[in-house]
């Protein structure tokens, strides 16, 4: 079976209606010690499909600074989030509040050893639904998109993503991939619209869940996207 990480939500869970939306990932500028980029100043709040967008909350800084520092390479972190996001209701122990590096206590066996993943989502009646942001990063290129999407662990015969098309955000080319459920058992992107790029010997998957209708997920997706930074690992080995 794919090996669904520990912080993700139970399989079937988007599928039964928690309605997810998945992060894409657009790199921006950079954060951090080593070669530390300036970003264009976040703005208050920006609203689409009437989902508010506010500055992320210096825990999710944090979180992203943390994760850079345990993984040693770059992760891309948003300074927009929909508003009320909160953390996702973990499995096995495994407890963050946006982002965490696999092996922290109950994140992962050794088979995630290098990942990174995430997640966070909000259910207030500022957004359409529950929102679900799910994000992930792997210690080497996967070329693969199904293994990028659904992990390090052995794929199902069956597992398949669609492919969407390409996006260019801050001149890194992305791809489209939509995840069905059917045919991603226990992917924490079960029913999201995924950007999956490679950068730098490293491979991102960012998706907002698909709620209503793919056109809506993929502009979430790129409102994300502009708002996203790289943040380096402060003391690189």
Partial sequence: LTAAWPGAPRAGRC?????????????????????????????????????RFVAASATVRNECQQTADTVQYAVPCPTMLPIGMEPTAGNHGCHFYFVAAAGIPGCGGAIWRGWFFGSIMVDSPYTAGVQHLVLQGTPRVVSNPVQAIDGPGKLLPSARVKSLGVAKVGGI???????????NYESAFQQHLVLVWTASGHTYAYGFHVVDRLADARALDLELARHLVLVKPLNAH
Avoid: D, E, I
């Fill in 15 to 51: 599928a039964r209606g928690v309605v997810a939306v998945l992060v894409a990932v657009g790199v921006l500028g950079g954060c951090g010690a080593a070669g530390a980029q300036k970003v264009a100043r976040t703005p208050a709040s920006t609203t689409v499909n009437f989902v």
């Fill in 173 to 183: 080319t992305m791809h489209w991939y939509f995840v069905a459920p059917n045919l």
